[in-house]
């Protein structure tokens, strides 16, 4: 059982950045690819990157493409979310993920993950 847990989120000003941080009790080699979702009130939850094994393929939703760069540091057992240029409306509670296998679902589909962290709160102030 792989336990995730959420760091670096907080409260920040629009154009301003944040790191994100998600560690994982074991080490990745155990998960396929990870990923962030984030949801705010009265949304769904939402993809917002993905990494695979061994740092590449990523992706990206529409909305944070050219702002958001998604990382993992296999030595630390850590997954990042680099986050720049946030708007009022990245505001929500973002979420790490981890897959331990191959699903025929796409990655940005929640279904897709065995194993969530907790959630780490982003707020982005106009």
């Known amino acids: 059982q792989v336990q995730l847990v959420e760091s670096g989120g907080g409260w920040v000003q629009a154009g301003g950045s944040l790191r994100l941080s998600c560690a994982a009790s074991e080490h990745t080699y155990n998960t396929k690819h990870m990923a962030w979702f984030r949801q705010s009130p009265g949304k769904e939850r939402e993809g917002v990157a993905v990494i695979y094994a061994g740092g590449q393929p990523t992706y990206y939703a529409d909305s944070v493409k050219g702002r958001f760069t998604v990382s993992r540091e296999s030595a630390k057992n850590t997954m990042y979310l680099q986050m720049n240029s946030l708007k009022p409306e990245d505001t929500a509670m973002y979420y790490c993920?981890?897959?331990?296998?191959?699903?025929?679902?796409?990655?940005?589909?929640?279904?897709?993950?065995?194993?969530w962290g907790q959630g780490t709160q982003v707020t982005v102030s106009s």
């Open positions: 993920a981890a897959s331990a296998g191959f699903y025929a679902r796409a990655w940005y589909d929640s279904y897709a993950y065995d194993y």
